[in-house]
């Protein structure tokens, strides 16, 4: 699919909000004994409970505080979306895309905030663990269903928390516009460097070289940048998160997406950075990884 700057330009007008915000953080350090995790999960980290807050250089407070969870390394890949999917699809469940993506190992795009939860219950499903999300009593497996609820404590598959989100994306730094510091560059993360140019974006204008071919830019492969404190890749760039909430510019009406993308200049991959995106919508730009609630009382028993 043949793409140009002005088509990614209409994208982040017509579906993105940035909230600039940020502090010099004071992380307190937490750790909630009472927090009893399951062995480590392949492709995840465990995010210790605690709070951090502050203050961002670009003006923006917050106060951020979590219980223990787990959280994917790295974005879904085609591959994992496909291997979920394709059981999924044998299994009762429907989704409105089948997700499209670069190569294997790069991130799934072309999804839906439903078709992502979705696949969360379905992941769970297939694991042998509790679905977080239904309808009523029902599993949430099929539709546009605006009534969708979330049950938190149960030890399956979901997107994370807004505030869930930024806390890990942190990586335990305090008050840092990016995962990984104050300025960033094509070294840190896949991301457009501004056009008329930003005084802590010193890569160089324009997208990465490496993953652009004749001026359509593109994902990178998952973990092609270092982690994050936290052991967490592309926090920034590669392609957007979504989340759970709603965004409280535009309640029931569009979810948050955090992160930036490959399509998007470094502002928009500050951690101070909110979009927002309707749920039923999918671009190219938005991808997604889960989360998972600990639980050592969970038998999981692969389908």
Known sequence: MKTNRTHWNLL??????ILFASSALAADKPVN???KAPPPLSGMVLIPAGSNRGKDPDGREYDLKVNAFYMDCNFVTKSQWNAVYTWATA???NFDNAGSGKAPNHP???INWYDCVKWCNARSEKEGRPVCYRVGVNEYRGGKDGGVKVDFAAAGYRLPKNAEWEYAARGGLQGKRYPWGDTIDHDKANYLGHPSGLAYDTGYEGNDKRYLTDDDPFTSPVGSFPANGYGLNDMAGNVYQWCWEWHPAHPNAHRIIRGGAFSYSGDYARLGSSGNCY????YFSIGFRTVLTPNDKTTVTPK
Not at 279 to 282: I, L, Q, R
Request: charged share 15%; aromatic share 6%; hydrophobic share 15%.
């Open 33 to 35: 004994s009472k927090d």
């Open 279 to 282: 749920p039923e919508n999918s």
């Open 108 to 110: 799934v795009q072309t």
């Open 12 to 17: 982040a007008t017509s579906c993105l909000t």
């Open 91 to 93: 299994h009762g469940y």
